[in-house]
């Protein structure tokens, strides 16, 4: 019986075989948790401008209510009378409007 013995190499040695995809795994997962992190990182940070922006909302949402009830108050009846008071203004008593023929209209003349 013939009996044949094989060469040492690099890519016939299973023990070396298997450190390279143990090393290869390796790196893999060391390259994974990176991105993982990276990825994480950016979330936070996109975290912090939203809450930023919500909180400037909120208080430019604030500063228009209180826009609002100024100008609502500055509207108001009591306060048109007072100013009208003040300027010393008449109220009117009666409306009369101005007729006008249908006929009859004012032309420019032309050059």
């Not at 009996?3 to 298997?18: E, I, M, T």
Request: aromatic share 8%; proline share 3%; net charge positive.
């Amino acid at each position: 019986m013939t009996c044949y013995n094989r060469k040492n190499s690099s890519f016939v040695d299973p023990q070396k075989g298997h450190a390279a995809w143990n090393i290869l795994i390796i790196f893999g997962l060391l390259l994974l948790c990176v991105l993982y992190l990276g990825q994480t990182n950016s979330v936070v940070a996109k975290n912090f401008e939203l809450r930023a922006a919500q909180s400037a909302l909120k208080a430019k949402q604030a500063a228009n209510q209180e826009a609002m009830i100024s100008l609502m108050q500055a509207k108001s009846l009591s306060n048109l009378a007072n100013a009208a008071k003040s300027l010393n203004l008449v109220a009117v008593e009666s409306v009369d409007y101005l007729k006008i023929v249908p006929d009859f209209f004012a032309l420019s003349q032309q050059p």
